[in-house]
């Protein structure tokens, strides 16, 4: 049995901050290697719910599950990251979460209004203006000329295409289309689910980090669900992640460091490593020190807090030990080659070290950091 409910609850005058607006239960969805196999079977299948009956779990000829028995809830206010290896089932995954294709199994509650911008070309019609298809999308949406009209300019000054608004969508480069795109999915249809898939790493930094600082306020009142292979971004803003492997649901946690741990564990040494490797980090730990906590995800402002690294140096060559922690904006607030206790830069030779720094009390707002260790 397989269903898709979307009920629109946006234009209720309170939200309930904990209220579930994405609900999946056991969604599966195979496909077919051979086209003509797969045309054969899409006519079995229509006829098979034309008569009542649904899908079996065997799969046919040269079928595969490309999603497999997932199931999970998003509450508004939570913003999910789906991360994988390519092929994982992510982007199958967010299609059948926008109505695009249909589960074969399982059944999928979409509780809002939906936006989603899972693909570089945004549902423009490419021979229409950038103008023409803000007013398009809005009334696919039922939003009236006027209600347009009120937005107009805020979707022009978001997307930052100026001119080019009166160009045909056929003109505008890859990054332009994302810009638009984002700019009509964020400000003008106001979603309660926003479906991102990995749009955001064909803009340029700039408009990046505008779009995740938007992400980031819409999160405030919507579920957010955003497929990114930057762990970066999904460190950075995400609350809660995801891991797929071969269609499967490998985690769902709340740690987004033991998610990203899982999903850099699917890659070969080889394809993981970053550098020339002449030195390889194994392990960093952070500490609250005045609670005693090992290992934690977050430290306490005013509290002292500690860096513990375990890395090897492979090389004859003398290495020095970098630290920098960025914002959630990825602007560099702390930058800096560690010293040893004599004020002098910590050079490191060949073998194995194991240090700790002491951050101190640090003076941060509260918020997300991303801390960066280099060798």
């Known amino acids: 049995m397989t269903s898709i409910v979307m009920t629109e609850q946006s234009l209720q005058p309170e939200k309930d901050s904990r209220e579930v607006l994405v609900r999946v239960e ?7 290697r051979s086209l003509k196999k797969s045309l054969w079977y899409g006519v079995q299948d229509i006829a098979s719910e034309l008569v009542g009956r649904t899908g079996g779990e065997e799969l046919r000829a040269d079928e595969f599950w490309a999603v497999k028995d997932v199931s999970f809830e998003l509450r508004r206010g939570e913003c999910l990251g789906l991360i994988g290896r390519n092929g994982a089932g992510k982007s199958t995954l967010l ?16 509780n809002g ?13 490419p ?13 696919i949406l039922g939003l009236s000329k006027g209600e347009i009209d009120a937005k107009l300019e805020e979707i022009i000054e978001f997307a930052e295409i100026g001119e080019f608004m009166d160009a045909p969508v056929q003109t505008y480069s890859s990054g332009m289309n994302v810009r638009l795109g ?13 479906l991102l898939d ?3 790493a064909v803009g340029d930094i700039g408009f990046t980090i505008k779009c995740l600082n ?34 499967f649901s490998t985690i769902d946690t709340a740690s987004i460091g033991e998610g990203i741990d899982q999903y850099l564990a699917q890659f070969s040494m080889e394809e993981s490593r970053a550098g020339t490797g002449d030195a390889s980090i194994s392990d960093v730990l952070l500490r609250n020190l005045d609670n005693n906590d090992t290992g934690c995800q977050n430290f306490v402002i005013q509290q002292n807090s500690s860096l513990q690294i375990e890395f090897e140096v492979i090389t004859d060559r003398k290495s020095k030990l970098f ?53």
Do not use: W
């Open 26 to 32: 056991g969604v599966s969805k195979k496909f077919c």
């Open 95 to 110: 299609r059948m979460l926008n109505g695009l294709i249909k589960p074969d199994q399982g059944r999928i509650e979409m």
């Open 113 to 125: 209004r939906v936006g989603g911008l899972i693909a570089l070309g945004a549902g423009f019609n």
């Open 127 to 139: 021979v229409l203006t950038g103008r023409e298809n803000v007013y398009v999308n809005g009334s």
């Open 182 to 194: 984002f700019a009509v999915a964020a400000v003008l249809i106001k979603p309660d689910i926003l």
């Open 198 to 200: 990995e749009v955001l």
């Open 214 to 247: 938007k992400i980031r306020e819409l999160t405030a009142n919507s579920s957010v669900i955003f497929v990114s292979h930057s762990m970066q971004f999904v460190s950075t803003f995400c609350n809660r992640v995801i891991v797929m492997k071969g269609g």
């Open 323 to 375: 630290l920098q922690i960025d914002t959630q904006g990825f602007v560099p607030i702390l930058a800096s080659v560690i010293l040893n206790s004599s004020g002098e830069d910590l050079v490191l030779e060949r073998g194995k070290h194991k240090v700790s720094l002491a951050l101190g009390k640090l003076d941060f707002n509260a918020g997300s950091y991303s801390i960066v260790i280099g060798i």
